[in-house]
């Protein structure tokens, strides 16, 4: 490791781009940076999980692939956040069980929805005030008092059909 700190790799481009126009020498970098260089100052007791500077691509036809050189050692497994989970195999999803546990949950809502609907309904209807109109003078008067602007309208309207009746009537007593 130590024989490898002032080298720095070159960068394979990706085979299926080699040959585009944009991939000229003065465009491409000539080394991977790394993250500790720069204007920032490294923090020296900074646990890296990947090492760039160790990663060597080989002369197969495919450059994401790493060389054997490359994979973990048992220090950096043990170390590791992730060697404390339990690692589960996989297993195949049931869609038509989920499929039918969703669309049960969903009719049980619905039931509790269109109940809970048909018991607003009903107290609506059974809290609706029963009106039932004036008919005798005390009633009318009780009526006009309690609502003036109503009574006003009633009568106006009451006025405007009474005079259409009294003009049909005379049209037809001149014939």
């Known amino acids: 490791m130590k024989q490898d700190e002032g080298k720095t790799n070159e960068v394979e481009a990706n085979p299926y781009n080699r040959k585009k126009y944009w991939h000229t020498a003065d465009v491409m ?6 993250a500790d260089s720069g204007p920032a100052q490294p923090d020296p007791e900074k646990k890296t999980g990947f090492d760039y500077a160790n990663r060597t691509t080989t002369n197969s036809s495919n450059p994401n692939v790493l060389s054997p050189s490359s994979t973990a050692t048992s220090d950096k497994v043990e170390d590791s956040p ?3 989970v339990e690692v589960k195999p996989y297993t195949k999803v049931d869609y038509k069980k989920r499929y039918d546990d969703l669309k049960r949950y969903y009719d049980r809502k619905l039931g ?3 109940n809970k609907e048909g018991d607003l309904k009903a107290q609506l209807r059974d809290n609706r005030p029963k009106y039932t109109p004036p008919k005798s ?4 008067s009780a009526f ?3 609502y003036p602007d109503i009574y006003g309208v009633v009568e106006t309207v009451s006025h405007l059909q009474s005079q259409t009746e ?6 037809k007593l001149t014939l």
């Open 29 to 34: 970098p000539k080394s991977v940076p790394d």
């Open 82 to 84: 992730l060697s404390n």
């Open 112 to 114: 509790e929805w269109s």
């Open 137 to 140: 003078a005390d009633e009318l």
């Open 144 to 146: 006009k008092k309690d």
């Open 166 to 171: 009294m003009k049909v009537c005379r049209k």
